[in-house]
Each structure stands twice: as structure tokens, then as C-alpha cells.
């Protein structure tokens, strides 16, 4: 059985940092999209960031560039979201997600194509 399970999420002021974690435990291999998505209050969800678990390569929304930071942790299995520069508008909750192979390689954030979701941490960002 897949699970996701983030960590890492609170109430930080304007200008702050975050580190939110996510980690999968049930999965074959690291042939896997892993995926940061967010839904703030009466908006749709979105997708922040991504990681490919072939090859290490990267996508940021163009909301998050420059700001926010995906990477693979020291542990197997784990992705780490480094989020600096935080503003109000980032305050959401934010899941993390799987995407198989089969779905291909590619970063991009169709939810459909995303077969395993954690249940989400709550960020807050106070102005």
C-alpha cells in the first residue's frame, strides 16, 4: 500500500521560511513524479512544484519560482519543499502526490495523472 505523509506546515510570519516533507512509503522503485500542490480557501487546487524520481529534474510554478525549492531527501523516499520569501498568498494547504511512470516522465500537474495523495499540511502566512 502507497502512502504520503507530509509534515512540516504551520503559521509563519510575511518574508518567513518553511520546510514541508513529504514522505511515500510503498513505492517500487523511484520511478515516480513526486508532485507539491496546494488549495487555498475557495480556490482550486494548483500545483506548486515537482521532482522527477528518474533523473532529478525540476518544475516550479511561476508563482513559486525563485522562492520555493523541491528536492529529494537524504532518506529514501522523501521530498523536501523549501519555502522561502513566503507571502500571504501561499497560505494554503499543500499536498503531496504521486504520479507513476506509466503516466510518463513528464512534470506537469494533471491531478488525474497523479495516483497517490497525502493528506495535506496546513501553511499559513500572516502579513
Known amino acids: 500500500e502507497v502512502q504520503l505523509v507530509e509534515s512540516g506546515g504551520g503559521l509563519v510570519q510575511a518574508g518567513g521560511s518553511l520546510r514541508l516533507s513529504c514522505a511515500a512509503s510503498g513505492l517500487s522503485d523511484w520511478d515516480y513524479v513526486l508532485g507539491w500542490f496546494r488549495q487555498a480557501p475557495g480556490k482550486e487546487r494548483e500545483g506548486v512544484s515537482s521532482?522527477?524520481?528518474?533523473?532529478?529534474?525540476?518544475h516550479y510554478a511561476d508563482s513559486v519560482k525563485g522562492r520555493f525549492t523541491i528536492s529529494k531527501g537524504n532518506t529514501k523516499n522523501t521530498v523536501h519543499l523549501r519555502m522561502n520569501s513566503l507571502k500571504p498568498e501561499d497560505t494554503a494547504v499543500y499536498y503531496c502526490?504521486?504520479?507513476?511512470?506509466?503516466?510518463?516522465?513528464?512534470?506537469?500537474?494533471?491531478?488525474?495523472?497523479?495516483?497517490?495523495w497525502g493528506q495535506g499540511t496546513q501553511v499559513t502566512v500572516s502579513s
Open positions: 502526490a504521486a504520479k507513476s511512470a506509466v503516466w510518463g516522465r513528464d512534470l506537469g500537474y494533471l491531478e488525474y495523472e497523479y495516483d497517490y
Open positions: 521532482i522527477s524520481g528518474f533523473d532529478g529534474s525540476t
